[in-house]
């Protein structure tokens, strides 16, 4: 074999984004696709030139003309296809959050370790170069030993009024950097406060200010803003540094790294996560996926995207999260 035939279950924003990616991907397939909306899995189908489509991904999982999965659900609906396409046998791209909670992460990866698929979590952050760039200088001793880290992560609020009602900034964005932030350190979280602030007043806070203590003596500190104003020229304002005894690294990943100005208006479009060019997305997504799929043709468990560290990702922001309900310090003792 030397195509992975997969098919995209959940086709909303980013699973429309993921199947882009995808058809650039020479060894993948894009082979199915599968939504509970009648009306956008006819659209997607005509958009992808896909001719198997069905409202119920069970109906995948009995295919043996399909070899994997991305799951691009809402992350409390994660557990139950993601348990079902392992258990059948199919290779598994589960999208971050991994799930709603620690015991259903769990639950996915008891359902990997007697799978004969692989199983990776799209935490897309470990294939922007800047990052990876960052943890081979980490790795290699050239700051020392970390003690400090601070992260930036904010976006326009014309984005965010619809994923506000499904899910808030910590555990929506903010686990991008705690996830880096365990990579770089292979340490883990011991403890978490955090802050929020309602400004619309929607299901969940749009701001969200996080506070880490990692078992070594590091600590760290995450923002992330929801609401930037709604003509903000750029996608994202992405910063981190990582301090050491010895040196530090600055990661920045925002405006104005590519810049254009029209008529009417300056734009500075995402050039690094999923850029598209010629119809098809690139950048890091598309990275993420051949790096899945080379995985699964090999047979291979993903050093990238282990489901472990997706979970102790979430298991420190759901932490936060409480932190921030609580207004105490929250203890993380796993």
């Known amino acids: 074999m030397d195509r992975i035939r997969i098919a995209v279950i959940g086709l909303g924003w980013f699973g429309e984004i993921h199947c882009e990616a995808i058809v650039g991907v020479p060894n993948l397939e894009l082979a199915a696709l599968c939504t509970r909306t009648p009306e956008r899995l006819k659209a997607m189908a005509a958009k992808f030139g896909v001719k198997k489509t069905t409202p119920d991904y069970r109906g995948l999982l009995a295919d043996p003309d399909i070899d994997a999965v991305s799951i691009v659900t809402m992350w409390d609906q994660h557990t139950e296809p993601a348990v079902a396409a392992l258990e059948a046998g199919k290779h598994v791209f589960l999208e971050k959050p991994m799930a709603s909670t620690v015991e259903d992460c769990r639950k996915i990866m008891a359902a990997a370790t007697r799978s004969k698929g692989i199983l990776q979590i799209g935490h897309i952050c470990r294939f922007n170069p800047r ?101 903000t020229p750029f996608d994202i304002d992405e910063r981190m540094s990582i301090i050491g005894d010895a040196g530090i690294i600055h990661i920045q990943d925002t405006f104005p790294n590519l810049g254009i100005v029209s008529s009417d208006k300056l734009n500075s479009p995402d050039t690094t996560y999923w850029p598209m060019f010629d119809g098809m997305r690139g950048g890091a997504l598309r990275e993420e996926f051949s790096y899945f799929a080379s995985c699964a043709l090999k047979g291979e468990a993903p050093a990238i ?11 420190a922001t759901l932490a936060a999260e409480e932190s921030a309900r609580t207004g105490e310090v929250v203890r993380i003792r796993s």
Not at 191 to 215: E, H, N
Not at 216 to 227: F, Q, S
Not at 305 to 315: I, K, Q, S, T
């Open 131 to 231: 990052y990876r760039m960052a943890k081979q200088a980490a790795a290699e001793g050239k700051i020392g030993k970390i003690v400090a880290m601070s992260s930036r992560r904010n976006i326009p609020a014309a984005w965010t009024p619809e994923i506000l009602n499904k899910i808030g900034p910590i555990v929506g964005d903010a686990i991008h950097d705690t996830d880096l932030m365990l990579w770089f350190t292979g340490d883990r979280i011991v403890s978490a406060y955090a802050q929020t602030v309602d400004v619309r007043g929607l299901k969940y806070p749009d701001i969200g200010q996080t506070m880490y203590r990692f078992a070594g003596g590091a600590t760290a500190t995450l923002e992330t803003v929801w609401c930037m104003p709604e003509k």
């Open 305 to 315: 995207g282990r489901p472990e560290d997706a979970a102790a990702a979430l298991e």
